[in-house]
């Protein structure tokens, strides 16, 4: 069996990972009181911030704080891939759109939308992606029409 974490050691574990995770990347841990709940600690990972909690987070419980470390380590590993291509793809439709409307893009700019750690770490592959990405076109919509289609309407 794995010795527990103290409470300060399993804050220095946190203070140590969210770095890695990004700027913005938070971690709220809990004692569960509610008698339903199976195990007494839960953590969840906000990677982009409890207030962008709708892009998504990661929830792991434990009968110990070092089991829930481990499980939080774990869910990241799964996710971190994810996050990337996420992150990667949301940062090339902001260097396509901040190029359009300013003239070029640059690191001030998108430090609006995404943290420098961000900025640095996955910069070049959304610049790649964005190249890619804009190279497509000509680009148009395709009317399909169907149940939720709008009627004909005229425009003047």
């Known amino acids: 069996m ?4 103290s409470p300060q050691e399993y804050r220095e574990h ?24 199976k195990k007494p600690y839960s953590a969840s990972l906000y990677a982009h911030g409890i207030t962008n909690s709708h892009r998504g987070y990661l929830h792991v419980e434990g009968d110990t704080l070092a089991e829930v470390w481990s499980a939080l380590q774990e869910k990241w590993a799964e996710h971190r891939d994810q996050h990337r291509i996420e992150v ?11 190029t359009t409307e300013l003239g070029e893009c640059t690191d001030a700019a998108l430090r609006s939308e995404f ?16 190249n ?25």
Do not use: H
Request: aromatic share 6%; glycine share 8%.
């Open 88 to 98: 990667t793809r949301k940062m090339a439709l902001a260097i396509i759109r901040l």
């Open 115 to 130: 943290d420098p750690a961000e900025i640095k770490s996955y910069g070049e592959d959304a610049c790649a992606e964005a």
């Open 132 to 156: 890619a990405m804009a190279g497509r076109g000509p680009f148009s919509i395709a009317m399909k029409g169907g149940a939720n289609g709008a009627p004909d309407l005229e425009v003047a």
């Open 14 to 37: 946190v203070q140590a990972f969210l770095p890695t995770v990004g700027l913005k990347a938070e971690i709220f841990t809990s004692i569960e009181t509610l008698a339903w709940k």
């Open 2 to 5: 794995t010795k527990d974490l």
